[in-house]
């Protein structure tokens, strides 16, 4: 089982950036997909999680109407599209499967290794 992810980077505050997690070794299209974060010092935060057919997805309040999470289960890929950074988006963003929905968690078993994200102000 591995979970890839890409596409980090360091970006200016307003920027964009889009990043990928890569599957495989499991049934991508039976699982939700999330993306968490951690920034420095700081726990993991929840970002987003996508059902396992892309037909609903849920977001924290702190990345709504700024991120998109997406998926193609024919290429075992989820994306998470991030517009309008802020310096309070920096931290290491990982994919996971299972994730946050509303009434509950969803429980995951694969994690991936992370990708970096720096925004400068």
């Known amino acids: 089982v591995q979970l890839v992810e890409s596409g980090g980077g360091l970006v200016q505050a307003g920027g964009s950036l889009r990043l990928s997690c890569a599957a495989s070794g499991f049934t991508f299209s039976g699982y939700y997909m999330s993306w968490v974060r951690q920034a420095p010092g700081k726990g993991l935060e929840w970002v987003s999680t996508?059902?396992?057919?892309?037909?609903?997805?849920y977001y924290a309040d702190s990345v709504k109407g700024r991120f998109t999470i997406s998926r193609d289960n024919a290429k075992n890929t989820v994306y998470l599209q991030m517009n309008s950074l802020k310096s309070e988006d920096t931290a290491l963003y990982y994919c996971a499967t299972g994730g946050v929905v509303p009434g509950g968690v969803v429980p995951g078993t694969y994690w991936g290794q992370g990708t970096q994200v720096t925004v400068s102000s």
């Open positions: 996508m059902t396992s057919d892309g037909s609903n997805t």
